[in-house]
């Protein structure tokens, strides 16, 4: 442990040959010191920002919106923007503005949910064939392989097209089609997390193996997994726009990023009605670039060997 | 080389295998059939040609018999009959391939010609305004889904300043020239090529950079070699090597945003016709479709780990 000789007196005195320092108290925590590191990355501090600032409005939509999202106004369709409706409204009279934030809940926590389903699948399929290895590590990795082999996309569209359409049938086939990336990472980490000291010193104490899997190791792949994460919550927000687009995602009146942009597959939509489908194109474009400026700062601050 | 890819082709068999098991799984345990498609409170069917119209299909044996009698036909050559109008698997695909390998091809091909260059111009300049300009740009490039920059695309250059069609493969009137197909592929490769320009650009730039700091360049710069010299014959053939493993990864996701183009360009290709096969739940449509796509990445797979020996002269397979 530290030298308790030092105190907070001769930290700043000039160095005596001989003498002993508290080095530790001086250096940051690792943690501390990558936060320091992503706060020092511009462009992602700027990002998170803003994405703050759209989870803020979809957060609290039913008090920013300016009429009920499904609310039909029939005096004023197909209106361009306007001080009654900043966003304009699509052809049955329903306030884009209003759609715009509430596609901005569904969108994201589509993403978040979808992500966490994946991450905790991934989690537990990598830590048991990475600590476990053999027969395990065999069968439940060549499985991943054969996943991962074949897009996945293509899947998730035919069952989309399949269930009943909801929102949870999206978060639930995105969720458990994502995995075998956060397998494939975390198989990794536990292969070479497992032959370090702490762990034999666990498994010689006598703890038993659940205990070592998820207290001792787990913590330690949190760090390379932070990026991995944020850039699959903003995959999945685009999957989720891209299945709606097809008309297989999130069922109206529910609106979303996705089923808004549906309407530009209208012809007559695209060139007369641009207001209806530019506000989600741009959120979408928008939350997508914020989600991986973010996720390139985490990666950044988290890498030892760059320097920033 | 030629016995790395028998072996690399027969390891590839049982994947495909276990594709197409999980495939047909899930599509028959989802509730519904292509029965329940042609179903409507218009057609008023009865529950008992209901079922007529499921044995014929085959649809009241067990998944599993299914399955087998379907991978049984496949190994002798035969894909079956769409569900939806009878026509056969085989020809249906084979009519729409073509124009999605076009689609797909071209956009691989913009991507690579532009994205590659882009990225040894910016590392060569790293820092510099134009650097800092072409990243941002490419930031925003691999941020649009193909059907957002679809979307804008079609809007900006069909619509508004009217430089090319708005959609198809073709005039409708008369057979095209090669200018005119040219014209209607122009937009929807260039489009989907995008996010892959922005992707290849970033991917050499950083190669490049990790190979320009490597002591042998500075070796060669000692030497006294020209810049010139050192980029094109030291750095590049060096640099491009990952490049290539990234370009082939990457096919599998051109070929997903080939849907959404397809979709929005009506582009007659693989893409429509599988949302077609999806909605109606026709499986040996479905089955085949996914048979071809899973049999072209895997293929896609072995051709990317073959040009890496080929462009590598230190791997070899042996």
Same mark, same amino acid.
């Given at each position: 442990?530290t030298?308790t ?28 010191? @990558? ?9 992602? %501090? !700027?990002?998170?920002? $803003?994405? *703050? ?11 920013v919106?300016r009429?009920p999202?499904e ?5 004023a ?41 994946s991450?905790?699948?991934?989690? #537990?399929?990598? *830590?048991?064939? !990475?600590?476990?290895?053999?027969? #395990?590590?065999?069968?439940?990795? +060549? ?10 996309? #293509? ?6 097209a ?6 949870? @049938? ?17 198989h ?5 997390? +497992? ?6 010193? *666990?498994?010689? %104490? ?18 390379? %997994?932070?990026? %991995? ?15 709606s687009?097809? !008309? ?38 928008? @939350?997508?670039?914020? $989600? ?17 | ?18 594709i197409?098991?999980?495939?047909f ?16 409170p ?9 079922a ?18 379907w ?36 956009a691989?091909?913009i ?20 650097? &800092? ?10 941020s649009?889904?193909? &059907? ?25 009137? /008369? ?7 040219? /014209? ?12 892959h320009?922005?992707q290849?650009?970033r ?8 190979v ?21 014959? /030291? ?24 849907? &959404? ?19 109606g739940?026709d ?17 896609v ?14 791997i070899?397979?042996?």
């Amino acid at each position: 442990m530290t030298n308790t000789l030092s105190d907070k007196a001769d930290r700043g005195a000039p160095m005596l040959p001989g003498t002993v320092h508290r080095i530790e108290s001086a250096a940051e925590s690792p943690t501390r010191r @990558t936060i320091n590191r992503f706060l020092r990355h511009r462009l992602a %501090l !700027g990002a998170v920002f $803003v994405l *703050a600032t759209i989870a803020l409005f979809a957060l609290f939509a039913p008090v920013v919106e300016r009429y009920p999202y499904e609310e039909i106004d029939l005096r004023a369709r197909a209106t361009g923007p306007t001080m009654e409706h900043w966003f304009g409204t699509d052809r049955v009279g329903r306030d884009i503005w209003s759609r715009t934030i509430h596609g901005a809940r569904v969108s994201l926590i589509v993403g978040i949910m979808a992500t966490a389903i994946s991450t905790t699948i991934g989690l #537990v399929f990598g *830590a048991l064939a !990475g600590y476990y290895g053999g027969w #395990v590590d065999m069968v439940i990795m +060549r499985f991943t392989d054969v996943v991962m082999t074949f897009p996945s996309i #293509v899947i998730m569209l035919t069952l989309a097209a399949m269930l009943p359409r909801t929102v949870w @049938t999206i978060v639930f086939i995105i969720g458990l089609l994502s995995w075998p990336k956060f397998a494939r990472l975390v198989h990794g980490q536990f292969l070479s997390l +497992r032959e370090q000291e702490y762990v034999v010193a *666990a498994r010689t %104490l006598g703890i038993p193996n659940r205990r070592i899997i998820f207290v001792h190791i787990l913590p330690n792949v949190f760090a390379p %997994l932070v990026a %991995l994460v944020t850039f699959s919550v903003g995959e999945a927000i685009l999957i989720e726009a891209g299945l709606s687009f097809l !008309g297989l995602g999130v069922p109206p009146p529910t609106p979303s990023w996705g089923n808004m942009l549906e309407a530009a597959r209208n012809l007559e939509i695209l060139r007369d009605l641009p207001w209806m489908w530019i506000p989600p194109a741009i959120m979408t474009v928008l @939350t997508i670039l914020c $989600v991986n400026f973010i996720g390139d700062g985490m990666r950044d601050a988290i890498d030892p060997r760059l320097v920033l | 080389m030629f016995k790395y890819l028998i072996r690399r082709l027969l390891f590839s068999l049982p994947v495909l295998l276990a594709i197409t098991i999980i495939v047909f799984a899930l599509v028959e345990l989802a509730p519904g059939d292509v029965v329940d498609y042609f179903r409507s409170p218009e057609t008023q069917m009865t529950e008992e040609s209901a079922a007529q119209l499921r044995a014929r299909f085959g649809l009241d044996q067990p998944v599993p018999v299914r399955y087998l009698n379907w991978l049984g036909s496949v190994l002798q050559g035969d894909l079956g009959y769409r569900f939806v109008d009878g026509r056969p698997v085989a020809q249906v695909i084979g009519q729409r391939l073509g124009a999605t390998t076009l689609l797909v091809g071209s956009a691989l091909v913009i991507g690579i010609v532009i994205g590659v260059p882009l990225g040894v111009f910016t590392s060569l300049r790293q820092y510099s305004s134009w650097d &800092f300009f072409l990243t941002g740009v490419s930031f925003l490039g691999i941020s649009m889904p193909a &059907f957002i920059a679809g979307i804008f695309g079609l809007y900006v250059f069909a619509i508004k300043l009217n430089l090319f069609p708005t959609g198809g493969m073709r005039p409708v009137d /008369h057979a095209p020239s090669l200018f005119e197909s040219l /014209h209607y592929l122009a937009l929807p490769a260039f489009i989907l090529g995008l996010q892959h320009i922005a992707q290849y650009m970033r991917y050499t730039r950083f190669s490049m950079l990790e190979v320009i700091r490597s002591d042998y360049v500075t070796t060669a710069r000692a030497k006294g070699l020209t810049e010139q010299a050192i980029t094109w014959r /030291h750095v590049v053939r060096n640099a491009i090597l990952p490049v290539v493993t990234v370009i082939g990864f990457s096919i599998p996701g051109l070929v997903v945003g080939a849907v &959404f183009t397809e979709t929005i360009f009506s582009w007659p290709g693989m893409g429509t016709l599988y949302l077609d096969a999806v909605r109606g739940r026709d499986v040996p449509l479905l089955m085949g479709m996914n048979l071809v796509i899973a049999a072209a990445v895997l293929l896609v797979n072995i051709a990317t780990d073959l040009a890496y020996a080929v462009v590598d002269p230190r791997i070899r397979y042996d």
